[in-house]
């Protein structure tokens, strides 16, 4: 088994470069992906009577849907990495009668050029909707445009079922072809700022400002957290979720306000279990902290320092008016945990509401969060050591 005991001095110093080529790029206006159905999957549609159309920032025209990206963590060599579309209920809905399956806030990962996954929201759950084959998808650069057509998608089990439940009938295939997807990315020029038009971004606190990736992203140590978009809609009107230091904040679609948090990293101490049955144990310590701005009640949250605990009572932790309390449940038997030169990442962390945020809200808000409401979702980075 492998385990990572790394000192917060060591994490905190300029030991650890970052030498990934991911660069975090915020989209120029306009800059759009494309979904196109595929023939078969539109027969399947017309044969279950199920009318297909757009959600949120994106468009549909017959059974091609175009989505506004927000941000992509890129690899412009290599072309890998991601790209978040998470502008307000970005995605798509299948209509069959009276019912609704509506998956939005779709997020591309590609593990190599060739394979990845694309990870939805249905039903206030963030899933594996897709995976994504590239083997013949055509790449092409213009300039500082990269263009990449073909990816194909396939939908998962957990994708058509959620559908499929929504639905109330059994209307797509497991593991079918469900279409194709293009991307086209810009090149920034070296040296810009996200919210300035696009580019790439220092990491904060980080000597030198890294290779341009933010904390959680590619090679560089730390987390990203995104709040579940739909939980200011269980909060009282005028509510603020988001970073606890201003300068942690990253505001992708423009509006002004942080729609990412970037945490540093402490201190790491975990073991992998990559033996036989094994499973990940340990913590992982973040500087910084989350905010929930609740007007209506008059205060404010503050979750400081987060923690996440592997094994044992997995969960977020984060001190609250000085004690620490477990905010957030997650499922360890579900983790995207990747280890590859030299760095562990983990992608798309689910945290669910947990008991100790309830005794916390439960005073301010009465049970308009009740254990088990999506909270945030993670992605964490740190060196194997």
């Known amino acids: 088994m492998r385990r990572l005991l790394i000192p917060a001095a060591l994490v905190a110093g300029a030991i650890l470069p970052c030498t ?9 206006a306009g800059e759009t992906s494309t979904l196109k159905v ?8 017309k044969q279950h009577k199920l009318k297909f159309s757009a959600s949120g920032a994106a468009k549909a025209s017959g059974t091609t849907l175009t989505l506004p990206y927000s941000l992509s963590g890129w690899d412009f060599g290599t072309r890998e990495g991601d790209v978040a579309y998470y502008a307000k209920n970005t995605g798509f809905r299948l209509k069959r009668g009276r019912r609704t399956a509506t998956a939005v806030h779709p997020r591309l990962v590609l593990d ?5 996954y694309v990870s939805m929201l249905i039903a206030n759950e963030r899933i594996k909707f897709f995976t994504v084959s590239g083997t013949t998808a055509k790449a092409a650069d213009s300039g500082n445009v990269q263009q990449t057509t073909g990816y194909r998608l396939k939908l998962t089990q957990a994708g058509a079922s959620s559908v499929n439940r929504a639905l109330k009938k059994k209307v797509l ?10 991307v086209r990315l810009i090149q920034p020029a070296a040296g810009t ?3 300035s038009g696009g580019g790439t971004t220092t990491t904060p606190g980080s000597p030198g400002g890294g290779s341009g990736s933010l904390p959680g992203q590619g090679d560089t140590p730390g987390g990203s957290v995104t709040f579940n978009p739909g939980l200011l809609d269980l909060l009282p009107g005028g509510s603020i979720l988001g970073p606890l230091l201003p300068e942690n904040g990253v505001d992708l679609d423009g509006d002004g ?7 540093p990293l402490e201190d790491v101490d975990v073991d992998l279990g990559t033996g036989a049955g094994g499973s990940p ?3 992982i310590k973040l500087g910084g902290g989350l905010v929930l701005d609740l007007p209506g009640a008059g205060t404010q949250v503050a979750l400081v320092n987060p923690e996440i605990v592997l094994g044992t009572d997995a969960g977020l932790y984060a001190l609250v008016d000085g004690v620490r309390v477990k905010v957030g449940d997650i499922d360890t038997d579900t983790l995207d945990l990747d280890v590859a030169d030299g760095t562990v990442t983990i992608k798309d962390l689910d945290v669910r509401v947990g008991s100790g945020l309830n005794t916390v809200l439960g005073p301010l808000l009465g049970n308009l969060l009740p254990a088990g409401t999506p909270l945030l979702n993670l992605d964490l980075s740190f060196p194997e050591l």
Do not use: H, M, N, Y
């Open 38 to 45: 595929s023939a078969a999957q539109g027969k399947t549609f």
């Open 20 to 28: 990934a080529s991911a660069e975090i790029v915020k989209a120029p």
């Open 193 to 195: 700022q996200p919210g």
């Open 257 to 263: 306000k942080p729609d990412l948090t970037v945490l």
């Open 112 to 116: 190599t050029p060739k394979s990845g």
């Open 281 to 283: 144990t340990g913590t």
């Open 173 to 182: 295939k497991r593991f079918s072809q469900f279409g194709t997807l293009d």
